[in-house]
């Protein structure tokens, strides 16, 4: 079976996803998606999406050009690329499992919009770095969520490295969790029946490989995967 990630161009980053997924089935190939690899063209063959975390969306996409200041690491090229792969991935009813940047590029693709700075929005200051990570407690607010089901409790504790979070909600999302000062921590197909598998988080599971949440999280999403692939 083979799942594509999206590529960070940090070598270390992206090796946590693929060492996340291989560590719980060393069979899966992992196929890096990039722009310079101009590799769209193979989600035919693959069984499953991550979309990661790295610089912001270009905010011309929800019409913010007026605050780019805000912006940080953004790559126009990049941003084509993934709502490409997305609307290709859409397509063919490929399960996606979008983290960080993943949960913000999945929410404007669908018309939403991203805060553009929690901190300049009056929100707590989410954004740690890799030396000294930022861990809080998250609310899952849906007991009908796939978040919900892999959980079976509505608090738990994320990390968090980022600065920016869903502000309007993409088409057809739904609100499963949030941080308890209004922060969108995840979001699901609103309804999931007719639609292909999504889970999209603001947190890093793939850095708290050991956590009970992100080893359910990776394999319902694995589990999605091969239901696919068959």
């Known amino acids: 079976m083979r799942v594509g990630i999206t590529e960070t161009f940090n070598e270390d980053i992206y090796q946590n996803y693929n060492t996340w997924i291989q560590s719980m089935d060393s069979s899966v190939e992992t196929v890096p998606l990039s722009y310079k690899n101009t590799n769209s063209q193979i989600l035919q063959s693959l069984s499953g999406l991550v979309l990661t975390g790295g610089g912001d969306v270009d905010p011309r996409y929800y019409h913010q050009d ?6 940080r690491g953004v790559n126009e090229q990049r941003d084509a690329f993934e709502f490409e792969i997305i609307d290709h991935a859409l397509d063919i009813n490929l399960p996606i499992l979008g983290v960080c940047r993943g949960i913000q590029v999945m929410n404007v693709y669908l018309g939403g919009s991203l805060i553009l700075d929690l901190v300049a ?13 930022r ?17 079976q409790k509505n608090d738990v504790l994320v990390n968090s490295f980022h600065h920016q979070a869903v502000d309007r909600l993409g088409r057809g999302l739904m609100i499963t969790a949030q941080s308890h000062d209004g922060v969108v921590e995840a979001a699901e197909w609103a309804l999931k029946d007719s639609m292909p598998f999504l889970l999209l988080v603001q947190w890093h599971p793939e850095r708290i490989p050991n956590d009970d949440l992100s080893q359910s999280m990776l394999r319902k999403f694995l589990e999605e995967c091969y239901k696919y692939k068959q």
């Open 66 to 71: 007026d605050r780019v200041q805000y912006a």
């Open 135 to 151: 861990y809080h407690p998250i609310s899952i607010v849906r007991s009908d969520s796939i978040l919900y089901s892999l959980a």
């Open 121 to 133: 929005s009056r929100f707590d200051d989410h954004q740690g770095d890799d030396l000294t990570p």
